[in-house]
T-cell receptor, first 113, second 110 residues
Framework: DVKVTQSSRYLVKRTGEKVFLECVQD?????MFWYRQDPGLGLRLIYF???????EKGDIPEGYSVSREKKERFSLILESASTNQTSMYLC????????????FGQGTRLTVV | AQSVSQHNHHVILSEAASLELGCNYS??????LFWYVQYPGQHLQLLLKYFSGDPLVKGIKGFEAEFIKSKFSFNLRKPSVQWSDTAEYFCAVNWIQFYFGTGTSLTVIP
């Protein structure tokens, strides 16, 4: 079974802190994604990566950056956390770009106070 | 870019009732289509997927969906829901990246 593991289930951070959310997948998938999930808004793509050191902006990249130094690991960085970034963050991976499904981690609920 | 519309935001059904959740997408070319489910406190799981071939696809737990290309639709159905189907359901389209609808919250009353 594909496993996508997010480093934290719950996080509480202060406004202005730099926050790192880590995600690791164990199936040698090419693509990795970061979404945020908010009630009534569904899943919105923040960034995705289709190869090591490659990244593409999604629909809501402002206030976020990402890093993919190794194929299995994709990190989401909040440079200076703000209260409007309080949300559920979901990491996903997929084998390739087409004819493939996405596999999700369990999510990180981030609260910024 | 794609957009995905789910018409029902909250659905409440009694056990054994039939379910149909609507999903429409915007792009008319070749796409991959999915329904994902999120049970309370759990991660998103794949219910079913359509890549090509038979437009009626069957998934886990008795769910099925029908791809109608002319209507850009991929509606989810189940003939008889159970209390354990209480969850949030997301329709998704894969076209370069994965685009998700806003979700439908289903509550099944025993």
């Amino acid at each position: 079974d594909v496993k996508v593991t997010q480093s934290s289930r719950y996080l509480v951070k202060r406004t202005g802190e730099k926050v790192f959310l880590e995600c690791v997948q164990d199936m040698d998938h090419e693509n990795m994604f970061w979404y945020r999930q908010d009630p009534g808004l569904g899943l919105r793509l923040i960034y995705f990566s289709y190869d090591v050191k490659m990244k593409e902006k999604g629909d809501i990249p402002e206030g976020y950056s990402v890093s993919r130094e190794k194929k299995e690991r994709f990190s989401l960085i909040l440079e200076s956390a703000s209260t409007n970034q309080t949300s559920m963050y979901l990491c996903a991976s997929s084998f390739r770009t087409v004819d493939t499904e996405a596999f999700f981690g369990q999510g990180t609920r981030l609260t910024v106070v | 870019a794609q957009s995905v519309s789910q018409h029902n935001h909250h659905v409440i059904l009694s056990e054994a009732a039939s379910l149909e959740l609507g999903c429409n997408y915007s792009y008319g070319g070749t796409v991959n289509l999915f329904w994902y489910v999120q049970y309370p406190g759990q991660h998103l799981q794949l219910l079913l997927k359509y890549f090509s071939g038979d437009p009626l696809v069957k998934g886990i737990k008795g769910f099925e969906a029908e791809f109608i290309k002319s209507k850009f639709s991929f509606n989810l159905r189940k003939p008889s829901v159970q209390w354990s189907d209480t969850a949030e359901y997301f329709c998704a389209v894969n076209w370069i990246q994965f685009y998700f609808g806003t979700g439908t919250s289903l509550t099944v009353i025993p």
